[in-house]
């Protein structure tokens, strides 16, 4: 990841949790990929399309993490968009499913990053200019 210098720390440390978020969901997506042939999953193109989803959903996060470091104010709104969907989705694995190992961390990074999102020099350097 290229760091620029007037880039604020907020918006570079937000960028660093969602790249890390993507590694994560690399992973997970090597995972499906290998439980689906070394298992005997129900659905092999299930299990496959649920890998693709998770590379495509990586993808989407590098590009936001991307736009972010460019200080691009259109990458701003996707990245909380998916943050927000992201805290059901902890919520729901860590306290509802009992996988707090899984959950907490997908919590933890949504709420972290926006907090830095919405700290006053993020907002000043994404924030678009009034005509």
Known sequence: MVEDSGT??????????IWLESLALVGAAGVLVTKTFDGHPDSIARALLGAALALAAAAALVLGARGLIRLRPAARTPMV????????????LAFQAGRVGYGGPILVAALVVLYLLFTPPARAALDRESE
């Open 8 to 17: 604020p720390a907020q918006v570079r440390a937000a960028a660093t949790v």
């Open 81 to 92: 968009v998916l943050q927000l969907l992201a805290l059901p989705v902890g919520y729901s």
